[in-house]
């Protein structure tokens, strides 16, 4: 066992402070990565300030990784000391069951081992990436391909699965109309997997206050939800909605944007139930969805179409002593789009 430096939450209301945590030595199949960048999600907010649950703490969150590979144990095949590596938001599965089998490890039937804020194979409760150092298993550690941006990969983990993962099962691509609602770490990402596939892509957001951004990033249009007439106008035209908002939105009304056999798929997830009134579903066998990030191997895809298509997230790096600064930034949605944390500066 071996203590890295680490930000570390110590309660849910106190700010986070610089601290250790400790990783496990390297195992036969396990791979030690320096830390070089790691994303802030919204989710690791939520989980330090219990809006999921009870945790225990201290807490080390952050689930979206880059680094490079430091040591790798004796029966390591996939990567070797030096490789650019990513970690998203798990680090294990039972690798048995239909859903891994199937390659949907998040899905496992026994339950996904989270990259934090979960028991792990050894019983002990998992550390995530806000800190130097992490040892993970090799399967559950990706390729990062040279030509994406090293600080701007940490994000795709979490934030770009999230999104590519539903718009490929949906088949979003050419002669489909995709809507995308909320324009933030998510939503942004979204647009430009969708608009990359070949879909015809619409922001939903709140205001009009983004919309030269989104445009740049490869939406075709653009509508303001608080205006009560962008939901007359836009009545049945859409295959796919991808809700990214983590707070409530009105479910029904979105519904109402959908066409026959469309699909509202919910990324973000409320700490609160969303009412949906049946009747909308009905008129229109419209199908009210979810989804959880990608399987490992659909994450590897999505890192591969990003280098093939030349898409990265729009990031802000900032030093670790201002991690409780972006977090408030991020709750006030004050970021484009997305925080990645200088893990040099832990
Ligand atoms: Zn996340
Ligand atoms: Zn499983």
Redesign the pocket.
């Known amino acids: 066992m071996t203590l890295v430096n680490a930000y570390i939450a110590t309660s849910a209301t106190e700010p986070l402070v610089r601290g250790t945590v400790e990783r496990r030595e390297v195992g036969p199949n396990d791979v030690l990565i320096d830390i070089e960048w790691a994303?802030i999600?919204?989710?690791?907010i939520h989980t330090v300030r219990g809006d999921w649950g009870e945790i225990p703490y201290p807490m080390t969150v952050g689930?979206?990784i880059a680094g490079v590979v430091a040591a790798v144990g004796a029966e390591v095949t996939r990567h070797r000391v030096g490789d650019r590596v990513g970690v998203g938001?798990m680090v294990g599965s039972c690798r048995e069951c239909e859903q891994c089998l199937a390659g949907n490890e998040q899905y496992c039937l026994k339950g996904m081992i989270g990259t934090y804020n979960a028991v792990d194979a050894d019983g002990t409760i998992t550390q995530g990436g806000y800190s130097e150092q992490i040892v993970v298993a090799e399967d559950f550690v990706l390729r990062v391909p040279e030509s994406i941006p090293f600080e701007k990969a940490a994000p795709l983990l979490?934030?770009g699965i999230?999104t590519y993962s539903p718009l490929r099962h949906w088949n979003a691509g050419p002669g489909k109309r995709v809507a995308v609602v909320g324009l933030g770490g998510l939503g942004h990402m979204a647009v430009k997997f969708a608009h990359a596939m070949g879909a015809e892509v619409t922001v939903l957001s709140q205001s009009l206050k983004k919309r030269e951004d989104g445009l740049r990033m490869g939406a075709d249009h653009y509508h303001a939800t608080g205006d009560p007439d962008t939901f007359a106008a836009l009545a049945g035209s859409f295959d796919l909605i991808v809700n990214t908002v983590s707070s409530g939105i009105d479910i029904g009304a979105h519904l109402d944007l959908l066409k026959t056999d469309g699909t509202l798929v919910n990324v973000g997830a409320p700490s609160e139930p969303l009412p949906v009134q049946v009747f909308s579903l009905l008129m229109g066998r419209k199908s009210f969805a979810g989804s959880a990030?990608g399987g490992i191997e659909e994450t590897q895809e999505m890192l591969d179409f990003c280098a093939e298509h030349g898409i990265a997230p729009e990031v802000e790096v900032i030093p670790a002593d201002r991690i409780n600064e972006a977090w408030e930034r991020v709750l006030a949605s004050d970021v484009r789009y997305r925080f990645v944390i200088d893990a040099g500066t832990i």
Do not use: K, L, M, R
């Open positions: 994303g999600c919204h989710s690791d689930h979206e938001c979490c934030a999230t990030i």
